[in-house]
């Protein structure tokens, strides 16, 4: 993989932010969008913007054919049997709240177990609270060792035959813990427990395969994966939706409405009431195709090579402190003694660099690690080690900084 050929072929990464090259690490919170990407949406603006779905002209049927192709790419891309079970929604948390509000408060009552873990990010973590309060389920964690991983023993004994989802993130978006999705998916399943799957950091970096993973729910985001901001994607067994309602209700989801009564249209379109995300959906499309050219078993070597170099450069700094496994995905989240994370980050914002620093949606984890907040940085196709080189000096005019301040 050539990435100086890559990172060309991103516009946003050819300018100077404050007087210095930009060195983007912040691509957990959201990915930054290749010409390809920008064209196909400016595309669909420029050429066949419509509705879909409904008129029979020409532009409502390219913009149709569009959108539904999208909807295959993404099947194929997390290898799903079905376009039926490819929900379009605004994103992982919109997918998430779908599936702990038509599937989890409908099928669960008092006694019932909700197992989940500290390291899940709060879009995993308080649609099941919210859950857990309106049904009388018990929420359970899973405990987590020390480096931020937990192991199947725990696993074991945390769910029971009374356990009936079990939530988790195949990617922590903090730590990097790349958690064991198929064998958890073994445990819960022979319980009868669905496991639902937060994939938001995992699908932008790792192949996936939702029924090699066991996964009855896998919920991803385009906009960390080289798409556009507001589109995401619910996958469901076909099974499982089947016997869901739809949590919202109005135009282009029913099949006939009464004057008291209605029907709604089959799957996926009974979950995707009024207009789309159209162009979201063009551009998520071109995205994975993109992704696919570069070829995603690349993509999670590279971000594997550059965790391993910021591990080795960063340890070396006196007085930070990282977080989580050795054996991580692409982001390395640390603390630098007596500086605040905020400052940190401001300071390296002034030499060109974007990190993120703060609690990541991950107060829990934060509570766990025993700190307040932290800071964040994270890798993708586009980054080089010379981008962690950049940071490590940051870090270094940093410490020397605030050395200077407090003396």
């Known amino acids: 993989m050539n990435i100086k050929n890559i990172r060309e072929l991103f516009p946003i990464l050819n300018q100077q932010v404050n007087g210095h090259p930009l060195v983007y690490l912040d691509s957990a919170a959201t990915s930054q969008k290749p010409v390809s990407v920008i064209e196909a949406i400016s595309q669909y603006y420029r050429e066949y913007n419509s509705n879909v779905h409904r008129g029979v002209h020409t532009l409502g049927t390219k913009a149709t054919d569009g959108y539904e192709a999208a909807r295959e790419k993404v099947r194929r891309f997390i290898g799903a049997a079905s376009t039926e079970e490819i929900i379009f929604t605004r994103g992982t948390t919109t997918s998430l709240n779908f599936v702990a509000y038509s599937y989890g408060r409908a099928r669960l009552e008092e006694g019932d177990e909700i197992v989940i873990n500290a390291m899940e990010h709060h879009a995993n973590l308080i649609p099941w609270q919210q859950v857990a309060k309106a049904t009388g389920a018990t929420l359970k964690y899973i405990p987590l060792q020390p480096n931020g991983t937990f192991n199947l023993d725990d696993v074991k004994k945390t769910i029971t035959e009374r356990t009936k989802i079990v939530a988790m993130a195949h990617v922590s978006n903090v730590l990097g813990t790349i958690n064991p999705i198929k064998e958890v998916a073994d445990i819960a399943h022979r319980h009868g427990a669905v496991l639902v799957v937060d994939g938001a950091q995992s699908a932008p970096h790792l192949a996936v395969n939702v029924q090699e993973l066991g996964a009855d729910f896998f919920a991803l985001s385009g906009h960390k994966m080289l798409g556009p901001t507001g589109i995401g994607v619910l996958y469901g067994k076909k099974a499982l939706l089947e016997e869901m309602e739809p949590v919202e209700t109005g135009g282009e989801m029913i099949d006939y409405v009464d004057y008291y009564d209605s029907t709604w249209k089959e799957l996926p379109w009974k979950f995707e009431a009024g207009t789309p995300v159209i162009a979201g959906a063009i551009g998520l499309g071109a995205a994975i195709d ?81 700190v307040n907040a932290t800071a964040r940085a994270s890798f993708y196709l586009y980054n080089t080690k010379e981008d962690i080189d950049a940071l490590a000096a940051g870090l270094k005019k940093t410490k020397e900084y605030f050395g200077h301040v407090f003396e």
């Open 290 to 370: 993109f992704l696919n050219e570069v070829g995603l078993d690349n993509i999670h070597a590279h971000e594997e090579e550059l965790a391993n170099y910021a591990l080795d450069v960063l340890s070396e700094i006196e007085g930070l402190e990282i977080y989580g496994p050795k054996e991580r995905a692409g982001l390395v989240t640390f603390n630098i003694d007596g500086v605040h994370p905020h400052d940190v980050a401001t300071v390296l914002d002034t030499e060109g660099i974007a990190i993120r620093a703060g609690h990541h949606c991950a107060q829990p984890l934060m509570k766990w690690l025993g």
